[in-house]
Protein backbone atom coordinates (compact mmCIF):
# COMPACT_ATOMS: atom_id res chain seq x y z
CA UNK A 1 0.00 0.00 0.00
CA UNK A 2 2.82 2.22 0.91
CA UNK A 3 4.31 2.01 -2.38
CA UNK A 4 1.23 2.37 -4.48
CA UNK A 5 0.52 5.70 -2.52
CA UNK A 6 3.69 7.25 -2.96
CA UNK A 7 3.37 6.35 -7.07
CA UNK A 8 0.16 7.96 -7.06
CA UNK A 9 1.34 11.33 -5.16
CA UNK A 10 4.53 11.25 -7.53
CA UNK A 11 1.80 11.24 -10.68
CA UNK A 12 -0.29 13.87 -9.48
CA UNK A 13 2.26 15.92 -8.08
CA UNK A 14 4.10 15.43 -11.43
CA UNK A 15 1.43 16.64 -13.72
CA UNK A 16 0.37 19.84 -10.49
CA UNK A 17 3.95 21.29 -10.77
CA UNK A 18 3.88 21.19 -14.61
CA UNK A 19 0.45 23.34 -15.13
CA UNK A 20 1.60 25.62 -11.98
CA UNK A 21 4.93 26.35 -14.46
CA UNK A 22 2.84 26.79 -17.00
CA UNK A 23 0.56 29.48 -15.10
CA UNK A 24 3.21 31.18 -13.32
CA UNK A 25 5.52 31.61 -16.86
CA UNK A 26 2.29 33.11 -18.01
CA UNK A 27 1.64 35.78 -14.93
CA UNK A 28 5.46 36.37 -14.79
CA UNK A 29 6.13 37.04 -18.78
CA UNK A 30 2.91 38.97 -19.16
CA UNK A 31 4.36 41.58 -15.80
CA UNK A 32 7.64 41.71 -17.25
CA UNK A 33 6.33 42.27 -20.29
CA UNK A 34 4.36 45.24 -18.45
CA UNK A 35 7.07 46.69 -16.35
CA UNK A 36 8.83 46.85 -19.49
CA UNK A 37 6.04 49.13 -21.28
CA UNK A 38 6.03 46.48 -24.16
CA UNK A 39 2.83 44.08 -24.83
CA UNK A 40 2.76 40.49 -24.82
CA UNK A 41 0.43 37.30 -25.50
CA UNK A 42 0.82 34.17 -23.64
CA UNK A 43 -1.15 32.52 -25.92
CA UNK A 44 0.65 29.73 -28.63
CA UNK A 45 -0.47 29.77 -31.98
CA UNK A 46 -1.63 26.62 -33.95
CA UNK A 47 -0.71 23.84 -31.86
CA UNK A 48 2.77 25.41 -30.48
CA UNK A 49 3.73 24.07 -27.40
CA UNK A 50 3.79 26.19 -24.52
CA UNK A 51 7.45 25.31 -24.20
CA UNK A 52 8.35 26.29 -27.72
CA UNK A 53 6.42 29.60 -26.78
CA UNK A 54 8.63 30.12 -23.70
CA UNK A 55 11.89 29.56 -25.67
CA UNK A 56 10.63 32.39 -27.89
CA UNK A 57 9.57 34.60 -25.43
CA UNK A 58 12.80 33.86 -22.93
CA UNK A 59 14.81 34.52 -26.57
CA UNK A 60 12.72 38.32 -26.72
CA UNK A 61 13.46 38.81 -23.23
CA UNK A 62 17.34 38.12 -24.08
CA UNK A 63 17.53 35.89 -21.61
CA UNK A 64 19.82 32.94 -21.74
CA UNK A 65 18.35 29.62 -19.93
CA UNK A 66 20.69 26.19 -20.04
CA UNK A 67 19.05 23.76 -23.18
CA UNK A 68 19.43 20.87 -20.80
CA UNK A 69 16.84 22.65 -18.33
CA UNK A 70 14.21 23.86 -21.57
CA UNK A 71 15.11 20.06 -22.61
CA UNK A 72 14.08 19.01 -19.40
CA UNK A 73 10.65 20.90 -18.86
CA UNK A 74 9.83 19.83 -22.38
CA UNK A 75 9.99 16.20 -21.31
CA UNK A 76 8.15 17.00 -18.38
CA UNK A 77 4.98 18.91 -20.36
CA UNK A 78 5.28 15.73 -23.09
CA UNK A 79 4.82 13.11 -20.58
CA UNK A 80 2.05 15.15 -18.66
CA UNK A 81 0.41 15.45 -21.88
CA UNK A 82 0.35 11.64 -22.50
CA UNK A 83 -0.48 10.83 -18.90
CA UNK A 84 -3.83 13.60 -19.47
CA UNK A 85 -4.60 12.37 -23.18
CA UNK A 86 -3.62 9.05 -24.17
CA UNK A 87 -6.22 6.02 -23.69
CA UNK A 88 -5.49 3.47 -21.95
CA UNK A 89 -3.09 4.92 -19.47
CA UNK A 90 -0.50 2.39 -18.70
CA UNK A 91 1.81 1.47 -16.17
CA UNK A 92 5.01 1.98 -18.31
CA UNK A 93 3.88 6.14 -18.31
CA UNK A 94 3.94 6.79 -14.98
CA UNK A 95 7.17 8.67 -13.87
CA UNK A 96 9.26 7.22 -11.05
CA UNK A 97 10.58 9.05 -8.32
CA UNK A 98 14.01 10.10 -9.95
CA UNK A 99 12.20 11.33 -13.27
CA UNK A 100 10.10 13.78 -10.47
CA UNK A 101 13.47 14.70 -9.14
CA UNK A 102 14.79 15.81 -12.47
CA UNK A 103 11.73 17.23 -13.95
CA UNK A 104 11.57 19.68 -10.23
CA UNK A 105 15.39 20.28 -10.72
CA UNK A 106 14.74 21.73 -14.22
CA UNK A 107 11.59 23.81 -12.58
CA UNK A 108 13.72 25.25 -10.18
CA UNK A 109 17.32 25.95 -12.49
CA UNK A 110 14.73 27.75 -14.98
CA UNK A 111 13.12 30.05 -11.75
CA UNK A 112 16.76 30.80 -10.45
CA UNK A 113 17.83 31.43 -14.07
CA UNK A 114 15.15 34.06 -14.61
CA UNK A 115 15.68 35.60 -11.23
CA UNK A 116 19.79 35.87 -11.89
CA UNK A 117 18.61 38.01 -14.95
CA UNK A 118 16.04 40.57 -13.23
CA UNK A 119 17.51 43.71 -12.39
CA UNK A 120 16.82 45.62 -9.39
CA UNK A 121 16.86 49.05 -9.05
CA UNK A 122 16.36 51.23 -6.12
CA UNK A 123 15.14 54.34 -5.75
CA UNK A 124 15.21 56.72 -8.24
Not at 14 to 28: F, G, I, V
Request: charged share 25%.
Amino acid sequence: MKAWVIETLLQGAYLREYHLWEKDCKAYFLSMAKRSGGNLTMKPKGGQPFTELTRNILSAFAVAVPNETLEAIERLRSRVNIMKHEAGLELDHFIDEAEYTQAMAALETFWETLANCEEVKYGS
